[in-house]
Nanobody, 126 residues
Framework: QVQLVESGGGLVQAGGSLRLSCAASGTTFRMFAMGWFRQTPGKEREFVASISGSGGDTYYTRSVKGRFTISRDNAKNTVYLQMNSLKPEDTAVYYC???????????????????WGQGTQVTVSS
């Protein structure tokens, strides 16, 4: 089990930037692929991005590719989501999640992510 705490959300104007952080504790962080997800009221949780345990493999949903960058610092047990050129449709609660993997691979979906943070609100005004 891994404990996750997100931070960095807030209110930003369209076109602006935010960096989300997710600090992990209670585990060997590099053994876990990490993902960012988001959810708005009345909608299903959406996959945003993922990164392998080493950081060498990343994957993004099409709507954020080229604008968002996922990265990790295994020495600090932290994963980041740099969000640039934000749009109002990016408004959501953003969650980070961890998935234990025996291979160095960035998952392409939310399947088997077993640990989740509490979420951080991102609001983009037009």
């Amino acid at each position: 089990q891994v404990q996750l705490v997100e931070s960095g959300g807030g209110l930003v104007q369209a076109g602006g930037s935010l960096r989300l952080s997710c600090a992990a504790s209670g585990t060997t962080f590099r053994m876990f692929a990490m993902g960012w997800f988001r959810q708005t009221p009345g909608k299903e949780r959406e996959f945003v991005a993922s990164i392998s345990g080493s950081g060498g493999d990343t994957y993004y949903t099409r709507s954020v590719k080229g604008r968002f960058t996922i990265s990790r610092d295994n020495a600090k047990n932290t994963v980041y989501l740099q969000m640039n050129s934000l749009k109002p449709e990016d408004t959501a609660v953003y969650y980070c999640a961890a998935r234990l993997l025996s291979v160095d691979f960035a998952p392409r979906s939310s399947t088997s992510f077993g640990s989740w943070g509490q979420g951080t609100q991102v609001t983009v005004s037009s």
